[in-house]
């Protein structure tokens, strides 16, 4: 469900600058690091440090669990994402990160409750 | 608000897809097992300088060849593995009992060794896959500064387009059966039990009892 930003105050963002996480996962060159769109409305993304993302333009806040990512270099398509298939990737993820993006990763699956 | 709570970087359009059977969790849930022991067994080498491995095979860690990361490091992610393996299992708990088993083969891999940091997570692994309450040690905190946060995110997107990879070869064929890897390192299960009933009697003579009285088999729906 979604929230406008007005309703997580707390949270810290940044704008969400990385490389492509889809040609990462077929072991494609990914390029360089770089800003982030949001696919309906072209605004800037921002990752919290809640574990959410925030679009600039339409100010809406998403928790990342449904999120996917496609450069120019391919379309990818949007998942109803279950709990466990967040878990899946959470537990692939948590092998390559640091160990403060493994506590960011087990902070939003505690705050996740019940999903 | 979008419909399509998506990232791109302009003209890129995403699609929605069909949801996924019962056999993708499964595979998620041995995937996830695998991942954990894997952490488990990078934890024995860090803390113990034990090396007796089973569980490499979906081993993704930049220093996997010669460990890098501190006791810390590898604790958050033995933490990580079991918070998201809870996550899996429950909802395809009748399926998962194998791993007990599974665990206690492992765990008497641990046989005659001096109790260790690795011991104090046998007991939240085997309630977690038992889906049953847990409780898993207080470790130190370390503040995310942005470049963490960017990188977990990158790698959580990696994360997620590799679980649609799981996920696309499944709906392909629905013939496809998930895996179930074994990680064995002792004869029987009887040396885990010996070990677990130093840190847990209780849970140890229940499992004893639960194994000697097995549940029958339910008809997987597919």
Same mark, same amino acid.
């Not at chain 1, 469900?1 to 963002?13: F, G, H, I, K, R």
């Not at chain 1, 999120?67 to 279950?82: G, I, K, L, M, V």
């Not at chain 2, 302009?10 to 097992?33: G, H, I």
């Not at chain 2, 990078?42 to 220093?63: C, I, M």
């Given at each position: 469900?979604?929230?406008?930003?007005?309703?997580?105050?707390?949270?810290?963002?940044?704008?969400?600058?990385?490389?492509?996480?889809?040609?990462?996962?077929?072991?494609?060159?990914?390029?360089?690091?770089?800003?982030?769109?949001?696919?309906?409305?072209?605004?800037?993304?921002?990752?919290?440090?809640?574990?959410?993302?925030?679009?600039?333009?339409?100010?809406?806040?998403?928790?990342?669990?449904?999120?996917?990512?496609?450069?120019?270099?391919?379309?990818?398509?949007?998942?109803?994402?279950?709990?466990?298939?967040?878990?899946?990737?959470?537990?692939?993820?948590?092998?390559?990160?640091?160990?403060?993006?493994?506590?960011?990763?087990?902070?939003?699956?505690?705050?996740?409750?019940?999903? | 608000?979008?419909?399509?709570?998506?990232?791109?970087?302009?003209?890129?359009?995403?699609?929605?897809?069909?949801?996924? @059977?019962?056999?993708?969790?499964?595979?998620?849930?041995?995937?996830?097992?695998?991942?954990?022991?894997?952490?488990?067994?990078?934890?024995?080498?860090?803390?113990?300088?034990?090396?007796?491995?089973?569980?490499?095979?979906?081993?993704?860690?930049?220093?996997?060849?010669?460990?890098?990361?501190?006791?810390?490091?590898?604790?958050?992610?033995?933490?990580?593995?079991?918070?998201?393996?809870?996550?899996?299992?429950?909802?395809?708990?009748?399926?998962?009992?194998?791993?007990?088993?599974?665990?206690?083969?492992?765990?008497?891999?641990?046989?005659?060794?001096?109790?260790?940091?690795?011991?104090?997570?046998?007991?939240?692994?085997?309630?977690?896959?038992?889906?049953? @309450?847990?409780?898993?040690?207080?470790?130190?905190?370390?503040? @995310?500064?942005?470049?963490?946060?960017?990188?977990?995110?990158?790698?959580?997107?990696?994360?997620?387009?590799?679980?649609?990879?799981?996920?696309?070869?499944?709906?392909?064929?629905?013939?496809?059966?998930?895996?179930?890897?074994?990680?064995?390192?002792?004869?029987?299960?009887?040396?885990?039990?010996?070990?677990?009933?130093?840190?847990?009697?209780?849970?140890?003579?229940?499992?004893?009892?639960?194994?000697?009285?097995?549940?029958?088999?339910?008809?997987?729906?597919?």
């Amino acid at each position: 469900m979604s929230q406008y930003d007005t309703q997580v105050p707390e949270a810290e963002w940044f704008s969400l600058v990385m490389r492509c996480p889809a040609c990462l996962s077929e072991q494609k060159e990914p390029g360089p690091a770089a800003q982030w769109f949001h696919a309906s409305d072209d605004g800037f993304v921002q990752v919290g440090s809640s574990a959410q993302y925030r679009c600039t333009s339409c100010r809406c806040v998403e928790h990342v669990k449904s999120w996917r990512y496609a450069c120019e270099a391919h379309q990818t398509d949007f998942r109803p994402t279950s709990s466990a298939h967040l878990a899946n990737a959470l537990s692939t993820a948590g092998q390559i990160t640091s160990v403060a993006g493994r506590q960011w990763m087990q902070r939003f699956l505690e705050n996740l409750g019940e999903w | 608000m979008s419909d399509i709570p998506n990232g791109g970087r302009r003209q890129a359009v995403p699609r929605q897809t069909v949801e996924s @059977p019962k056999q993708v969790t499964l595979q998620f849930l041995d995937d996830t097992w695998e991942r954990l022991l894997n952490s488990l067994e990078r934890l024995e080498q860090v803390s113990e300088g034990y090396r007796n491995l089973t569980a490499t095979r979906l081993d993704q860690h930049p220093d996997r060849d010669r460990i890098t990361e501190s006791e810390l490091d590898v604790r958050w992610e033995v933490h990580l593995q079991i918070k998201s393996l809870e996550r899996i299992v429950k909802p395809v708990i009748e399926d998962a009992q194998w791993m007990i088993d599974d665990f206690l083969r492992w765990f008497g891999g641990r046989a005659r060794r001096p109790l260790a940091v690795t011991d104090e997570y046998a007991v939240p692994v085997l309630h977690c896959i038992m889906d049953h @309450p847990y409780e898993l040690p207080d470790l130190d905190e370390v503040v @995310p500064t942005e470049t963490d946060i960017l990188d977990a995110a990158e790698a959580l997107g990696r994360g997620l387009h590799e679980s649609d990879k799981i996920e696309e070869r499944f709906l392909a064929d629905s013939r496809l059966e998930a895996t179930r890897h074994l990680h064995t390192r002792a004869r029987s299960r009887s040396s885990g039990l010996v070990r677990l009933s130093e840190l847990n009697r209780m849970l140890a003579v229940h499992l004893a009892y639960v194994i000697d009285h097995p549940q029958p088999a339910k008809e997987e729906p597919r």
